[in-house]
């Protein structure tokens, strides 16, 4: 009787690490979702807010600036959108392509680009 239980006991505490392990996986691919999101996002503005302002230079600094009355959504939507991508980086290739870098959750660095930010 003793041996029955403890081997119930052992197949039910693989049966919950297995369920842990599971629920740890899922935790893991929902943040690389809302990262790959937030990065997609944040490029897809800047590429519209740079057709508007003519240069993705001027348009990613456009947003440093406090006293910015137009696009105060966009400019938000970067901050809030950025706060996803730890330690990102952003490149604009000699091409137009706009690139958008960043560490991922098991520490290796992701990329996002859209291509030609100007037409």
Same mark, same amino acid.
């Given at each position: 009787?003793? +041996?029955?239980?403890?081997?119930?006991?052992?197949?039910? $505490? #693989?049966?919950?690490?297995?369920?842990?392990?599971? !629920?740890?996986?899922? @935790?893991?691919? /929902? %943040? %690389?979702?809302? %990262?790959?999101? !937030?990065?997609?996002?944040?490029? *897809?503005?800047?590429?519209?807010? !740079?057709?508007?302002?003519?240069?993705?230079?001027?348009?990613?600094? $456009?947003? &440093?600036v406090?006293? *910015? #009355? /137009? $696009?105060?959504?966009?400019c938000?939507? $970067?901050?809030?959108? +950025?706060? /996803? +991508?730890?330690d990102? !980086?952003?490149?604009? #290739?000699?091409? &137009?392509?706009? #690139?958008?870098?960043w560490?991922? +959750?098991?520490? /290796?660095?992701? @990329?996002? *680009?859209?291509?030609?930010?100007?037409?």
């Amino acid at each position: 009787m003793l +041996l029955e239980y403890l081997i119930a006991s052992a197949i039910g $505490f #693989t049966g919950m690490f297995g369920i842990l392990q599971f !629920a740890a996986e899922i @935790t893991a691919l /929902h %943040q %690389q979702i809302i %990262q790959a999101h !937030a990065a997609a996002a944040v490029l *897809r503005e800047w590429s519209a807010l !740079a057709r508007v302002l003519g240069d993705p230079i001027v348009a990613w600094e $456009f947003c &440093g600036v406090a006293s *910015r #009355t /137009h $696009f105060v959504d966009t400019c938000q939507m $970067f901050a809030d959108r +950025l706060k /996803h +991508l730890p330690d990102h !980086a952003i490149e604009i #290739t000699s091409g &137009g392509n706009l #690139t958008l870098t960043w560490r991922d +959750l098991s520490g /290796h660095q992701a @990329t996002a *680009r859209i291509g030609r930010g100007l037409p």
